[in-house]
């Protein structure tokens, strides 16, 4: 077990509230009145979410996309973000591309708070959401006979990482400015029998989705999206690399998504993996932890 796995699993005896959802999922969903609030955290450190010397532009852009990526998993509107800021040298340049992210996806800033350090700087972003759809997607849904569907190609933020890293001439948009997948989240929603968004690889996300729904995902790898630009031997790092926020999402049989989307697998009775690519058990990491 991974250190963030313990600690999350020692967490769980505190987030006791129903909106907790017992930490077992990427939001909080919390019902007031007669609507329904979903929010969310995520934090990026400098040399681990972000190379040293990376334009702040495109980290501001990646920290907002994807804390937006995981309300597009509950099907939420966004309403607004709260950011944690460390202060650096670069400011101007992380506010342009602040502004760029919330004008391209209409939410507004609305506070937060700023810090001065030493060493690698931390930032942080609380989105907030209202649900669009009740019940609230989440990862514990699924039953043995649901489809498996992805939204799109894995792979893309591992080539677009290597070329930025390595100042190639080849595309990095896909891990620099990665697009949350907001209007295929709230079109899915109402059908979804459980969803979440892949940042850590497609098949840790879907061992954890598996897992908490009590069922294993017989995927087909044939059937699993790729950028045209993957070398077929890279397919199986492409589906541990993670950074792709797609969403990845359960149908009752015989249901057709709302959107387009390709079906990669089958949920089946829990076995002794959560998950089996091509009738075999993967071996090695399945994707990104925090050790």
Known sequence: MSKESALIDAMRTLATHPAARGLADDCAVLDFGGETMILTHDMMVEGVHWLAGQDMADVAWKLVATNLSDLAAKGAEPIGV???????????????????????????????????????????????????????????????????????????????????????????????????????????????TAMMDVSDGLLIDAARMAQASNVTFAIDSASVPFPASLPPARQDEAMRWGDDYELLFTLPPGTNPPISAHHIGTALPPSGSPITVDGAVPHGALGYTHD
């Open 82 to 192: 709260l950011l944690g800021f460390t202060l650096g040298d670069d400011d101007t340049r992380f506010l342009a591309g602040l502004e760029q992210a919330l004008t391209a996806f209409n939410v507004p800033l609305l506070g937060g708070d700023t810090v001065s350090a030493n060493g690698p700087r931390t930032l942080g972003l609380t989105a907030l959401g209202r649900a669009t759809c009740r019940p609230v997607p989440d990862r514990r849904g699924a039953t043995a006979g649901d489809t498996l569907w992805l939204t799109g190609p894995v792979g893309a933020a591992m080539l677009g990482f290597e070329a930025l890293r390595d100042q190639t001439n080849a595309d990095s948009t896909a891990f620099r400015r990665p697009t949350p997948r907001l209007p295929e989240g709230r079109a899915l929603a109402p059908f979804a």
